[in-house]
């Protein structure tokens, strides 16, 4: 394990807007299951809309052709946190309340489950790689993992703070996975063939990063949700840059998610209702702020489905929602 030091940081504190974008259109789909807090969709290669059910113990699918949902409900207390669409059409989810990994054909219904080992309890978020691995964080173990699809073969990595919280996590084009460690000010990754875990300080001990993903250009760029930055974290010159959204120091940025065009979308979940936010890493500015009038509570992931060129997620007030990206 190595950790990283001495970053050449820059921390922007000002607000900086550009010439805005128009607002996107925005649509929401009450979710016919009450109070099942409906998050972390995926989109599978027809366009129809996959999610989970966390306190509603379901996956179910969207079509929004049709504007029709399916249900296939879970064992009860499973807690299905997230989910993701594997190149082969399968579904995976994470039993987040229930200890395993969980695949379910979409055709049959049937459902397949992966235990974890006993130190993990509680699979939090999943990342395909593309190459055969499904990655995953487990917050409250306090460990990263790795699912080799081939042979189900679960390897786990422990995170050797306490309380550390690996929380989400992306993957980047060569395979590598980059993880948030909420409970720190630091960010976690992984060398796909050691699994030798390395920590990134960032340059504010206050922070406290909930999301990532990862650029076109390989940047690593997350979400503070606790001290309302974004930043930008380069891996070639390890140097961290850092903005405060439109919000202020009052902004809470959870969910997020990046364009084909290189601009960070969030919501900030501190305000209510939630605020959706762009940012334009071209220009390093501002471009979207406008309010998601349906979304209370939290947005807690999102994803940019390219071929539609739109957000879609989840909210707590029992909403499927798509912005489409201008």
């Known amino acids: 394990m190595r950790v990283m030091s001495g970053l050449v940081a820059t921390v922007l504190t000002g607000i900086a807007t550009a010439q805005p974008l128009p607002d996107p259109q925005i649509d929401y789909w009450t979710v016919p299951w009450e109070n099942s807090r409906p998050r972390d969709p995926d989109l599978d290669r027809n366009g129809i809309v996959w999610f989970v059910g966390q306190t509603g113990d379901y996956v179910a699918s969207f079509d929004p052709k049709n504007e029709q ?11 299905p946190h997230n989910l993701i669409v594997a190149e082969d059409r399968a579904i995976w989810y994470s039993g987040n309340r229930a200890a395993h990994i969980g695949r379910l054909d979409p055709d049959s219904g049937a459902i397949e489950k992966i235990a974890m080992p006993a130190e993990v309890k509680d699979p939090h978020t999943l990342v395909d790689d593309g190459q055969g691995h499904i990655w ?12 080799t699809l081939a042979g189900r073969k679960v ?11 690996p929380y989400g996590i992306a993957v980047d084009a060569s395979g590598r996975p980059w993880a948030n460690l909420l409970g720190t000010n630091k960010l976690a990754t992984l060398k796909p063939n050691t699994l030798e875990l390395e920590l990134i300080d960032l340059p504010r001990s206050e922070a406290r990063t909930r999301r990532i993903a990862v650029a076109a250009d390989g940047g690593i760029w997350y979400v503070d949700y606790a001290a309302a930055h974004i930043g930008r974290f380069d891996p070639k010159t390890r140097t961290v840059k850092e903005w405060l959204p439109p919000s202020g120091e009052k902004a809470r940025p959870y969910a997020m998610a990046i364009d084909d065009r290189g601009r960070i979308w969030f919501a900030d979940s501190g305000a209510q209702p939630n605020r959706l936010m762009a940012f334009d890493s071209k ?3 501002f471009v979207v702020n406008t309010e998601l009038t349906k979304a209370r509570g939290a947005v807690r992931h999102m994803v940019f489905h390219q071929p539609g060129r739109a957000l879609w997620f989840g909210t707590d007030t029992n909403y499927l929602v798509r912005v489409k990206v201008p």
């Open 69 to 79: 949902f399916k249900k296939t409900d879970l064992d009860k207390g499973s807690g």
């Open 136 to 147: 995953f964080t487990a917050q409250g173990a306090n460990y990263i993992g790795r699912l």
């Open 155 to 165: 390897d786990v990595v422990k995170v050797p703070i306490a309380n550390s919280l």
């Open 283 to 285: 220009s390093e500015q």
